[in-house]
């Protein structure tokens, strides 16, 4: 199913990579991969659907490189709807047009059409991964990135005996866009989805699920490197391996101080590098995942994904009705564990993998992230007193223009957004506090914020209690930024930026905002661009939890956009 295979030229000589069922690749610093975009049938939970696959596969295949290295994907949509591509975690230096957000740096691949994407890797190193970027395909249109050390060099850690892809996800039993579609049109929350997965799994916890449990098998006394993803749709996740400890040693293609914990919590859109040492005695053990669901009165899927981790050479006895040992999780709704997880994290910090904190700024910026509720004619929608549920950052709910952005901004086609994307939210509020009293719809509007060319940048995500507080996993595409702090309440800029770690704080491309609390980062703007940034929650970024950074051009050559591909797509 799904198997393709093609040579060709490229740039002179460049092969041509057999794409699999297992999405194997051979490593590489420049290759040229095919993404055929198609429907097809799989079985999950009892029932069988068409769902959208690249290459017939779920997850779709992986693809390997190098730190530094260049890949071109050539995207053939096969199907009957509009797709792009984003490559989450890759900084695509100079290069937005193949960053992949549907309206905001490209129009969408119509059914029929092509488009080459240029994958430009510059430092990041460990696991990213890529996904649709288009209304909600990404619940089954997604799959790993694996960069690996430059040749001649090695990991920070000794070298593990192998590697496990775990990739969460989330599984409805209907399409994923008839789910998307009804949200927007009652105006009211999505259907829960009816299963978690792992590697396309949802595990022996649910109904008809036990014949494709995932299984990986290792050998006692060796330590495996765990790539983990978390491309589940709404939910973030805890997961864990029962008896075993985790020692978490990367992040969002970053490297960590390495730290030791018996369970991850983690958001939609962050990956993890863990080192697992199988010194468990021989037998079976569950790896799993649940939700952390921080929101009061939000729904959520209180159900447990599984999958099975054995050890060589031991077999579970015929007639046996043993099950795997099943790990221990938080609760659901444990915040202060979700918390403590996330304030573990620091960047390496080393000769090898050094750091560059902004130790001051040029741009400050606070921007609130709510969910909303907007006026519904003759409040006839099914949300909040029969109003639509919305969401904003500083009050902009952002709506998605006729044209992209990039391609307004590059031929400087004026109507199509606003630059006033305010850098404080307005009004200002008791933020976390009872807000019963505050009007609660946004406004409406495409409004982008112009960042000058590598000025140093701070964004405090405030959360409110509008309408539901929630942890929110905040996405900027282009960069990675330093978390330097973050603290439940209201941030207090007098007193707060004195807690800031500027030395070895984490290096990621997403991160979460803590439950009616705030979270600083800070970065560099060198890289000249349109950059989308939004909340990785699939319904609060639909909702319009959304705004643009354009990052202007510098004086050299260097520091300059790179010009469009001959195939850019119009709209």
Same mark, same amino acid.
């Given at each position: 199913m799904g198997l393709s295979k093609e040579m060709g030229l490229f740039v002179g000589f460049v092969c041509y990579l057999v794409l699999g069922i297992t999405g194997a690749y051979a490593a590489g610093d420049l290759g040229y991969h095919t993404f055929v975009v198609q429907s097809t049938p799989y079985t999950r939970l009892c029932s069988t659907k068409n769902i959208l696959t690249i290459n017939g596969q779920y997850p779709g295949p992986a693809l390997h490189v190098h730190t530094g290295g260049t890949l071109i994907v050539n995207v053939i949509n096969n199907s009957t709807t509009n797709i792009t591509l984003h490559w989450h975690g890759l900084k695509q230096p +100079? %290069?937005?047009?193949?960053?992949?957000?549907?309206? !905001?740096?490209?129009?969408p691949i119509r059914p029929g059409q092509n488009f080459s994407y240029r994958l430009i890797f510059s430092d990041e190193e460990g696991t990213i991964w890529w996904h649709a970027h288009s209304d909600w395909s990404r619940g089954t249109v997604h799959g790993p990135i694996f960069v690996y050390p430059k040749n001649g060099t090695g990991y920070p850690f000794p070298k593990p005996a192998g590697e496990i892809p775990i990739i969460l996800g989330e599984w409805w039993k209907n399409d994923?866009?008839? !789910?998307?579609?009804?949200?927007?049109? *009652?105006?009211?929350?999505?259907?829960?989805?009816?299963?978690?997965?792992? %590697?396309?799994?949802?595990?022996?916890?649910?109904?008809?699920?036990?014949?494709?449990?995932? +299984?990986?098998? !290792?050998?006692?006394?060796?330590?495996?490197l765990v790539r983990l993803i978390n491309s589940a749709m709404n939910t973030e996740?805890?997961?864990?391996?029962?008896?075993?400890?985790?020692?978490?040693?990367?992040?969002?293609?970053?490297?960590?101080?390495?730290? %030791?914990?018996?369970?991850?919590?983690?958001?939609?859109?962050?990956?993890?590098?863990?080192?697992?040492?199988?010194?468990?005695?021989?037998?079976?053990?569950?790896?799993?995942?649940?939700?952390?669901a921080s929101g009061v009165g939000v729904s959520f899927g209180n159900t447990t994904t599984s999958g099975i981790l054995q050890y060589k050479g031991y077999e579970n006895p015929k007639n046996s009705s043993s099950m795997p040992v099943i790990p221990f999780f938080p609760f659901f709704n444990d915040t202060k564990s979700a918390m403590s997880f996330s304030k573990k994290p620091r960047s390496l910090a080393s000769k090898e993998h050094p750091v560059s904190v902004p130790q001051t700024v040029n741009d400050d910026m606070l921007i609130t992230v709510s969910v909303n509720i907007a006026p519904c004619a003759? *409040?006839?929608?099914?949300?909040?007193?029969?109003? +639509?549920?919305?969401?904003?950052?500083?009050?902009?709910?952002?709506e998605n223009p006729s044209i992209d952005v990039l391609q307004a901004y590059y031929a400087r086609i004026n109507g199509i957004y606003g630059i006033d994307f305010p850098s404080k939210p307005s009004p200002v509020f008791n933020f976390t506090g009872n807000v019963s009293d505050v009007g609660n719809a946004p406004f409406n509007a495409t409004k982008v914020r112009f960042l000058e060319w590598n000025s140093n940048v701070q964004i405090v995500f405030q959360g409110t209690s509008l309408v539901a507080a929630e942890n929110h996993p905040m996405h900027l595409h282009g960069y990675s930024f330093y978390v330097v702090g973050q603290g439940l309440g209201n941030y207090n800029n007098e007193t707060d930026p004195k807690t800031f770690n500027l030395k070895d704080p984490p290096h990621l491309n997403t991160v979460g905002l803590p439950l009616n609390g705030w979270v600083a980062i800070r970065f560099k703007a060198d890289n000249p661009g349109v950059w989308f940034m939004h909340c990785h929650l699939e319904r609060h970024s639909s909702w319009g939890m959304s705004t643009v950074f354009i990052t202007k051009n510098g004086k050299n050559v260097g520091e300059r956009m790179l010009r469009p591909p001959a195939n850019l797509i119009q709209c």
């Open positions: +100079r %290069n937005p047009w193949s960053d992949g957000p549907e309206y !905001v740096t490209q129009c994923v866009m008839e !789910v998307m579609e009804t949200m927007l049109e *009652s105006g009211d929350e999505p259907e829960i989805s009816n299963a978690y997965t792992i %590697n396309g799994q949802p595990g022996d916890l649910y109904n008809c699920s036990q014949p494709g449990t995932f +299984r990986t098998t !290792v050998e006692q006394g060796k330590t495996y996740l805890f997961y864990a391996v029962a008896n075993h400890t985790l020692t978490v040693v990367g992040m969002d293609g970053s490297y960590l101080k390495p730290f %030791n914990t018996t369970y991850v919590m983690i958001t939609p859109g962050q990956t993890m590098d863990i080192l697992l040492k199988a010194d468990q005695p021989k037998n079976f053990y569950y790896m799993a995942a649940r939700a952390y003759n *409040s006839s929608c099914s949300g909040p007193n029969g109003n +639509r549920l919305s969401a904003s950052l500083n009050n902009i709910s952002f």
